[in-house]
C-alpha cells in the first residue's frame, strides 16, 4: 500500500507560484482525479512528485520516501507525462527496453505491456509513424512497465479514439482494484466522471477541494426534482407555499429546486395531488465543478499576482 | 541501482537512435575513405609536404573529428527530443548516476571506435604508400595511433558535455565546426602561441612526429582533456540544478 503524500508544496518560477503550498494525500485502491483548468499547477505538481522540479518549499514523498531515493523506481512509479516524450527515431520495444534494462525489469514485460496496451503489431515500428493516440498508449505502457502500485497518469485519454477511451477508462478502474494507487489529471469533467472515485481540484497552484467524488458532486450542486403531475395548479400553489421554487407546469412538467424526490413526493401525497413522474435530476461532475469554481471565482482573483505586475503598478 | 543495468540501458539508446549510430560509425567510415582516397590519389610528396610521414598518417583526423563531435552531440541531445529527459529522469532519478552512465557509453563508444579507426587507418594508407611507408616502429607512430583514438573520444565528450548545457546539438554543431574549420586555420596563422592551447590543436600536437613549439605530445592531449573536463563539468551543474 503505497500512497503519495504532499505536503505543504510550494513551486516558484520567475514571475509566478505554480503551486502554492498544496497539501494533500493520495491513497490507494482508488483513481483520484486530478482536476483544474489549464495552467493550475497539476503537471507541475507530478513534476516535483517524480523529482523533475526541484520544489521552492516542501516536500512530495511516495510511500515516506522522496522519488529520487527510490530503489529502481519504476518498480514503485509508473508515470506518463507527455506522450511526444518518447524519442521518434526509436522503435516502440526499443524505448520500452531503455526503460526496463535501467531498472532491471526482464525484457518480456516490454512485450507484455505492447500487448496490453494494443500496440504489439507496431512494436518494431519508428515512433516517429505513430499517430497522437498510439503515442499515448505507448505512454501509458511505458507507465505499466514495472508493474507499480503508484501510478501519474497526465492526460491519459488525449488524442484516444472513442475505444480506447473505453479501454483506458476500464484499465483506471482495474487498477485501483488492484489496490493500486492512480492519479489521473484531466480537464475534461465527464470524462473524469466516469472512471474517479475522490477528486483533489487545484485552481492557481492551490488545493479547492480534497473529497469523494460523490459528496463534491452533492456539496456543489443544488438538488432539484422534475415532476409531471395530473394537476399542475394545485401541486404549484401547495408547493409554492411550502417554500420550493417551482418552474415551469404548462404542460404538467415542472421543475422543483431545492428539494430531493422524497420530500417532494410525501408532500404531494399528503395533499392527495397524484403524480404521473417524479425524478431527481443527476447533477454532473461539470455543473458541480462549474458552481465550485464560481464560488471560488473571487478567492482566485484575490490571490497574489505575479511580482512583476505589482511592481508596475 | 544497479550501475551495469544503467550503463546497458545507456548503451541501447545510443545504438537505437540512427543519428548517434550513424555519426558513431561515420568517425570511421570517413577516415578511411578520406585518407584512402587521397593517398591513392594525390602525389606521394604532398602526403609528407611538412616532412612528418607520421602527421601525414593522419591527414584525415579533420573529418573525423567532425564525425566524433556529432556522435557526442546526438548522443546528447536525444534526451532533449521533446521531454524525453523526463522519461529517462524517471527511469534513474539519480541524476549523477544517470550523467556519468550516459557520458561513460560515450567515451566508452567514441575510445573503441576512436582505437580502431586509428590504427585501421595507419595501416591501410601506409599499404598504399609502397616503399615510402612507414610501420609502427617509427618514432612516434604507436603513441600517434594511440593518441588519435583518445583524442576522437576527447572531443566526442566535449561535444556531449557542451550539449548538456546548450541542450540542442543544432547550437553545438553550429557552434564547434566553424570553430574547428575556419577559427583554428586563422588563429593557427595568426597567434602560433595561443593556438597551441585550443581544444583542437592542443590534442593534435600527439599526431606528430616531433610536435613543434611549447606543447608536447601528451601534454597537448592533456590539455584538451582539461577543455573536455570543462564541457563535462559545466553540462552537469546544468543537469544538476535544472527543472526537467
Known amino acids: ?313 | 541501482m544497479s550501475v551495469t543495468a544503467v550503463l546497458h540501458s545507456e548503451w541501447i539508446k545510443v545504438r537505437s537512435v540512427r543519428a548517434s549510430l550513424g555519426s558513431l560509425l561515420a568517425v570511421f567510415a570517413a577516415m578511411l575513405a578520406i585518407t584512402l582516397l587521397v593517398f591513392a590519389t594525390v602525389d606521394r610528396a604532398e602526403v609528407y609536404n611538412d616532412g612528418d610521414p607520421v602527421f601525414g598518417a593522419f591527414y584525415a583526423i579533420n573529418f573525423a573529428q567532425i564525425a566524433a563531435i556529432a556522435f557526442g552531440a546526438t548522443a546528447v541531445s536525444s534526451e532533449y527530443a521533446g521531454g524525453a529527459l523526463r522519461i529517462s529522469l524517471s527511469a534513474v532519478p539519480q541524476r549523477g548516476l544517470f550523467y556519468a552512465a550516459k557520458t561513460a557509453v560515450v567515451a566508452a563508444a567514441a575510445l573503441c571506435v576512436g582505437l580502431t579507426t586509428a590504427f585501421a587507418t595507419f595501416f591501410a594508407g601506409q599499404a598504399l604508400l609502397g616503399e615510402e611507408a612507414i610501420g609502427l616502429g617509427e618514432p612516434g607512430a604507436l603513441r600517434a595511433c594511440v593518441g588519435a583514438g583518445i583524442y576522437l573520444a576527447l572531443m566526442a565528450l566535449f561535444a556531449a558535455g557542451l550539449t548538456f548545457l546548450l541542450r540542442s546539438a543544432t547550437a553545438v554543431l553550429s557552434l564547434l565546426i566553424p570553430f574547428i574549420l575556419i577559427m583554428s586555420f586563422m588563429i593557427g596563422d595568426i597567434a602560433g602561441g595561443a593556438a597551441d592551447y585550443l581544444p583542437d590543436h592542443a590534442g593534435q600536437h600527439v599526431l606528430h612526429q616531433d610536435p613543434e613549439g611549447a606543447v608536447g605530445p601528451w601534454t597537448g592531449l592533456a590539455v584538451t582533456a582539461l577543455w573536455t573536463a570543462a564541457a563535462l563539468l559545466a553540462g552537469w551543474e546544468a543537469v544538476r540544478r535544472r527543472d526537467v
Open chain 1, 1 to 313: 500500500m503505497t500512497s503519495i503524500e504532499v505536503t505543504d508544496l510550494t513551486k516558484e518560477y520567475r514571475t509566478t507560484r505554480a503551486v502554492d503550498r498544496l497539501t494533500c494525500r493520495i491513497e490507494p485502491g482508488r483513481v483520484t482525479g486530478f482536476l483544474g483548468p489549464n495552467g493550475a499547477g497539476k503537471s507541475t505538481t507530478m513534476r516535483l512528485v517524480l523529482g523533475l522540479d526541484h520544489p521552492t518549499s516542501g516536500t512530495a514523498t511516495i510511500g515516506g520516501r522522496p522519488y529520487p531515493t527510490l530503489r529502481e523506481p519504476l518498480r514503485t512509479v509508473g508515470a506518463l507525462l507527455d506522450p511526444q516524450a518518447a524519442h521518434g527515431s526509436r522503435t516502440a520495444r526499443d524505448h520500452l527496453r531503455c526503460l526496463a534494462v535501467s531498472n532491471r525489469i526482464p525484457g518480456r514485460r516490454a512485450d507484455e505491456v505492447l500487448q496490453e496496451t494494443g500496440l504489439a503489431t507496431v512494436a518494431h515500428r519508428r515512433i516517429r509513424t505513430f499517430s497522437l493516440g498510439m503515442r499515448q498508449r505507448l505512454g501509458i505502457a511505458a507507465a505499466l512497465l514495472g508493474d507499480p502500485s503508484v501510478l501519474l497518469l497526465d492526460e491519459p485519454a488525449n488524442g484516444l479514439d472513442p475505444e480506447g477511451i473505453v479501454w483506458i477508462r476500464q484499465l483506471l478502474r482495474r487498477l485501483a482494484r488492484e489496490g493500486r494507487t492512480v492519479l489521473v489529471s484531466s480537464h475534461l469533467m465527464n470524462e473524469t466522471a466516469t472512471f474517479a472515485d475522490h477528486l483533489v481540484v487545484l485552481a492557481g497552484g492551490r488545493l479547492l477541494a480534497d473529497v469523494a467524488m460523490r459528496a463534491f458532486i452533492a456539496q456543489h450542486s443544488q438538488a432539484r426534482v422534475h415532476v409531471r403531475t395530473g394537476d399542475p395548479d394545485r401541486l404549484r400553489t401547495t408547493l409554492l407555499a411550502h417554500g420550493y421554487a417551482v418552474t415551469g407546469g404548462d404542460d404538467g412538467r415542472c421543475v422543483v429546486e431545492g428539494a430531493g424526490a422524497e420530500r417532494i413526493g410525501a408532500v404531494a401525497a399528503r395533499e392527495g395531488i397524484p403524480l404521473l413522474e417524479l425524478a431527481d435530476e443527476r447533477a454532473s461532475l461539470e455543473q458541480a465543478y462549474l458552481a465550485l469554481t464560481a464560488d471560488k471565482a473571487e478567492f482566485a482573483a484575490a490571490a497574489p499576482a505575479s511580482p512583476n505586475t505589482s511592481q508596475e503598478v
